[in-house]
């Protein structure tokens, strides 16, 4: 084996001789002086390609360089020199293979994190989810979604179920959904209605791009015409309420065993049959609802000397309870209760009822009657 030590003082030696500095000596092999400097050290050996000229700039044959010494024709051991070009060519591939599998590294490292940096910005805060819903003593919805993704926007609106308490043809309703932009709508859905799904590709964008997604954050409305039993026109438009309930822009997820079914709700499964089993055992009785014809409704009735009591429990659990001439109608979703007198509203807000309502006679005793039935469900 060539012994680089051997080999630098070899060539320092020859350098020198001539008179040659590293810096001349690695010009004339087109070379840098640090790489000179290296192999007088002892720490590499010149490429194969450079035995050559590297022999001729000091005044050697090649097997003198391959030898680290200087021998006469006579001398030369065949065997040895075989030996010794055998090691060199061996040693310059492995220097080659280091070199090129380096290299190989560098670049497979490189090409994984421009795929990494890649994935990053195209998929980073890419699915966003909106809950969408609707805040009216009416109307409600359930399963409104809007989901904005790389590969499909999705609008969804699923039942728009009455919540009033007059009775309507909910077969013909005319439904408009849209979104304003100034002066201008952007029109999702104009027609009779029907549960709303629609889904769009990516790229297409004639419903659903950037513009639209910010604009039904605070803009998005419903227009609903219908017709009570008694054929009269009735038309409302109110806001729908859009938050963003989902979007993938954390860097690190956390696990979260929380599982909801059915968020719009106020009520889970257990908590209804035990309203259910309560209102039973108080003297309701299950009937069929003659307004809402939802197979996953179901409708409780109790009368007394003076009140009629009715409970609806869906998603939602309304209390319903009419005394003579004065009515009140309670949703324990949204917390909200309306007061009737005479089939005309006097009020629509918030429990506690803080309302100029004391000139009724009836008004007390079905708040008194309200927070009573309220007790028997919740606690």
């Given at each position: 084996m060539i012994k680089y030590l051997k080999f630098g003082n070899f060539i320092t030696e020859l350098r020198t001789s001539k008179n040659l500095t590293q810096i001349q000596l690695a010009k004339k092999l087109h070379i840098s002086n640090k790489t000179v400097s290296k192999w007088e050290n002892g720490r590499g050996m010149p490429d194969v390609s450079l035995l050559l000229p590297l022999s001729e700039a000091l005044g050697v044959s090649v097997t003198e360089l391959l030898m680290s010494e200087k021998i006469e024709s006579e001398n030369i051991n065949k065997s040895k020199v075989e030996k010794m070009t055998i090691t060199t060519l061996e040693e310059s591939k492995k220097k080659y293979t280091g070199k090129f599998h380096k290299l190989l590294t560098i670049f497979i490292v490189a090409i994984i994190f421009l795929i990494l940096i890649f994935y990053f910005f195209t998929t980073f805060n890419s699915v966003r989810l909106y809950r969408i819903r609707l805040n009216d003593e009416d109307f409600e919805i359930t399963n409104g979604t809007f989901m904005r993704t790389m590969v499909k926007n999705v609008f969804e609106l699923g039942e728009i179920k009455y919540i009033g308490d007059e009775e309507i043809d909910s077969n013909n309703m005319y439904v408009r959904i849209y979104a304003k932009d100034n002066d201008n709508e952007i029109v999702i859905f104009d027609g009779l209605y029907t549960p709303i799904y629609i889904h769009e590709?990516?790229?297409?964008?004639?419903?659903?791009?950037?513009?639209?997604?910010?604009?039904?954050?605070?803009?998005?409305?419903?227009?609903?015409?219908?017709?009570?039993?008694?054929?009269e026109e009735?038309?409302?438009?109110?806001?729908?309420?859009?938050?963003?309930?989902?979007?993938?822009?954390?860097?690190?997820?956390?696990?979260?065993?929380?599982?909801?079914?059915?968020?719009?709700?106020?009520?889970?499964?257990?908590?209804?049959?035990?309203?259910?089993?309560?209102?039973?055992?108080?003297?309701?009785?299950?009937?069929?609802?003659?307004?809402?014809?939802?197979?996953?409704?179901?409708?409780?009735?109790?009368?007394?000397?003076?009140?009629?009591?009715?409970?609806?429990?869906?998603?939602?659990?309304?209390?319903?309870?009419?005394?003579?001439?004065?009515?009140?109608?309670?949703?324990?979703?949204?917390?909200?209760a309306r007061v009737f007198v005479d089939s005309q509203m006097i009020y629509n807000g918030t429990i506690p009822i803080n309302c100029d309502c004391q000139f009724n006679k009836n008004f007390s005793l079905i708040n008194d009657k309200l927070n009573t039935m309220l007790d028997l469900l919740i606690n």
């Open positions: 590709g990516f790229g297409y964008e004639e419903y659903f791009n950037d513009r639209f997604e910010d604009l039904i954050q605070n803009n998005l409305y419903i227009e609903i015409h219908y017709k009570t039993i008694d054929g009735r038309e409302k438009v109110s806001k729908l309420l859009v938050s963003l309930d989902f979007a993938n822009n954390k860097l690190f997820n956390q696990k979260d065993d929380r599982i909801e079914i059915n968020n719009d709700s106020k009520t889970s499964f257990n908590e209804t049959d035990e309203m259910i089993d309560k209102l039973l055992a108080n003297g309701f009785m299950e009937v069929e609802d003659e307004i809402n014809d939802d197979s996953l409704s179901k409708t409780y009735v109790k009368e007394d000397d003076v009140c009629r009591y009715k409970i609806q429990i869906s998603d939602d659990v309304r209390i319903i309870i009419g005394c003579n001439d004065a009515k009140i109608i309670f949703s324990m979703a949204s917390q909200k």
